[in-house]
T-cell receptor, first 114, second 111 residues
């Protein structure tokens, strides 16, 4: 099935650095989501974006819903060791016959060195 | 508030044995429910989803089946496990026009 193009696939950064990752799609979504997954646990929703052009923050995290509705980015400022994990973007179209099914990116593995 | 429970957290089963993984949701009614499999910590593959009691849609052909005997209960089953069924299984729920929320997963190892 379709998969979002998420980049980079992995990042190795020093504590305190800023992080940026993005997702692109060949088709339009009306909702973009960003999840974080810690080892051995399920993904946890970080940010949900519902409008094209929307910029939303959650603490040190900021995400934007692209104007074309085909892309989104996530920024993490001043990274800390607990930011380590896998970050997934996901798109879906609420309503209709999509039944809320998500299309996921491949994930970005983030490693933060103290 | 809504919560989702999956059990067991880990499971080791021999090849050819049956499987039953359970997922329950609290604090919501008529959720959409989903089963995913994740291999090697990357890439969530949607296996089944359900929009109501007794309504199951399969996304990929496989050795597994799903059932929804109650509104907030979703079960993943197999009659005879294969080695290739090993992986991390995640259940998720979604309310109307809401994002999906995931459980903590079950790590299944087949020996």
């Amino acid at each position: 099935g379709q998969q979002l193009n998420q980049s980079p696939q992995s990042m190795f950064i020093q504590e305190g650095e800023d992080v940026s990752m993005n997702c692109t799609s060949s088709s339009i979504f009306n909702t973009w989501l960003w999840y974080k997954q810690d080892p051995g646990e399920g993904p946890v929703l970080l940010i949900a974006l519902y409008k094209a052009g929307e910029l939303t923050s959650n603490g040190r995290l900021t995400a934007q819903f692209g104007i074309t509705r085909k892309d989104s980015f996530l920024n993490i400022s001043a990274s800390i060791p607990s930011d380590v994990g896998i970050y997934f973007c996901a798109g879906f179209n609420a309503g209709g016959t999509s039944y809320g099914k998500l299309t996921f990116g491949q994930g970005t593995i983030l490693t933060v060195h103290p | 508030s809504q919560t989702i429970h999956q059990w067991p957290a880990t499971l080791v089963q021999p090849v050819g044995s049956p499987l039953s993984l359970e997922c329950t949701v609290e604090g919501t009614s008529n959720p959409n429910l989903y089963w995913y499999r994740q291999a090697a910590g990357r890439g969530l593959q949607l296996l089944f989803y359900s929009v109501g009691i007794g309504q199951i849609s399969s996304e990929v052909p496989q050795n597994l089946s799903a059932s929804r005997p109650q509104d907030r209960q979703f079960i993943l089953s197999s009659k005879k496990l294969l080695l290739s069924d090993s992986g991390f299984y995640l259940c998720a729920w979604r309310g109307e026009n809401q994002p999906q929320h995931f459980g903590d997963g079950t790590r299944l190892s087949i020996l």
